[in-house]
């Protein structure tokens, strides 16, 4: 039943989508605080996830070990700008932080 319901409801919203459009998605407001540092990034449990624009090679660094090598207040956009691609060497290289830790055991 519970399926059948949610089936219903998806397809209005495609319904309503194919007649108005999609919705607008409101505006983000900008960040207006101090950068992350590895030491905070650490403290919040996030993920930093990096990779390389060049050979699409992908880590996830541990951000209490960043802080322990880089140093705590290093900003993260400035440990970013340090970092070369172990796989082919490049310095072509972008992150994100993401909300969580990832749980291995979570597949």
Known sequence: MAVTGARTIA??????????GPMATPPLK???GPPMTPGNAAAAHV????WCKDC???VEP???????????EMTVPD??????????GSCNIDMVVSGSEHDPLSG
């Not at 397809?11 to 108005?20: L, S, V, W």
């Not at 993920?47 to 990096?50: A, Q, T």
């Open 79 to 88: 440990w970013r700008e340090r970092l070369v691609c172990s796989q082919c």
């Open 47 to 50: 993920r930093l996830v990096v």
């Open 30 to 32: 900008p960040y207006s």
């Open 56 to 58: 699409l090679h992908q």
């Open 11 to 20: 397809a209005g919203q495609a319904i309503r989508t194919a007649i108005e």
């Open 62 to 72: 541990d951000a209490a070990e960043m802080a322990a090598c880089y140093g705590a």
